[in-house]
Every structure is written in structure tokens, then in C-alpha cells.
């Protein structure tokens, strides 16, 4: 039978890898908490390359998210230039028709 995949929230992660940088033996610290030594050693790895960002809550959902911003950002100022540039235009218009 296949074992069960467990989930550890980020506040967990967060907690065991400030637990595992303040005492010396990792290796101990991670049976405490009752996780691999190996899944503890990836934690801190992506802690020191990425700090506080490094565990979103559910990292896939939290991508696709962001993407999803992004996108809707990006449009939102395409369509702000373009009026800018409307503007722009207008006011060249209206500038040398006064004169």
C-alpha cells in the first residue's frame, strides 16, 4: 500500500527552519518535529535562496495566481497607454488649432 503524501502549511515550514538554523544538529531537530532530515535540508535550502517568499500556501495555485495578475495588470496598462497616447494626440490637436 502507498503511503499518504502529507502537507505541511507554510507556518510549519517557516517555524522548522528557523528551529533548524538556531541548533546545531539538523539532523535531530527534523525527527523531533517528525519530518526527514532530507525534506529539512530542501526547506532550508529554498529559505536561503528565496527568504520569506520561499513556501506560498499551496505553491502551484499561488503561481497560476500571480500569472493571472500579471496578465490582467499588463492589459490594464496597455490600455493605459493607449489612452495616454489619446490624450497626447488631442493635445497636439488642440494646441496648434488655438494658434
Same mark, same amino acid.
Given at each position: 500500500? /502507498? %503511503?499518504? /503524501?502529507t502537507h505541511y502549511d507554510k507556518v510549519f515550514k517557516d517555524n522548522a527552519v528557523k528551529l533548524s538554523f538556531e541548533r546545531k544538529n539538523v539532523s535531530k531537530t527534523a525527527h523531533e518535529l517528525g519530518?526527514?532530515?532530507t525534506l529539512l535540508y530542501r526547506w532550508r535550502n529554498k529559505h536561503q535562496e528565496r527568504g520569506e517568499s520561499s513556501f506560498p500556501d499551496n505553491g502551484v495555485r499561488s503561481r497560476e495566481r500571480e500569472a493571472g495578475k500579471v496578465a490582467e495588470l499588463? %492589459?490594464?496598462l496597455k490600455e493605459d497607454e493607449t489612452g495616454r497616447d489619446i490624450l497626447k %494626440?488631442?493635445?497636439g490637436i488642440i494646441s496648434t488649432s488655438d494658434h
Amino acid at each position: 500500500m /502507498r %503511503k499518504q /503524501r502529507t502537507h505541511y502549511d507554510k507556518v510549519f515550514k517557516d517555524n522548522a527552519v528557523k528551529l533548524s538554523f538556531e541548533r546545531k544538529n539538523v539532523s535531530k531537530t527534523a525527527h523531533e518535529l517528525g519530518i526527514s532530515p532530507t525534506l529539512l535540508y530542501r526547506w532550508r535550502n529554498k529559505h536561503q535562496e528565496r527568504g520569506e517568499s520561499s513556501f506560498p500556501d499551496n505553491g502551484v495555485r499561488s503561481r497560476e495566481r500571480e500569472a493571472g495578475k500579471v496578465a490582467e495588470l499588463e %492589459k490594464r496598462l496597455k490600455e493605459d497607454e493607449t489612452g495616454r497616447d489619446i490624450l497626447k %494626440k488631442a493635445l497636439g490637436i488642440i494646441s496648434t488649432s488655438d494658434h
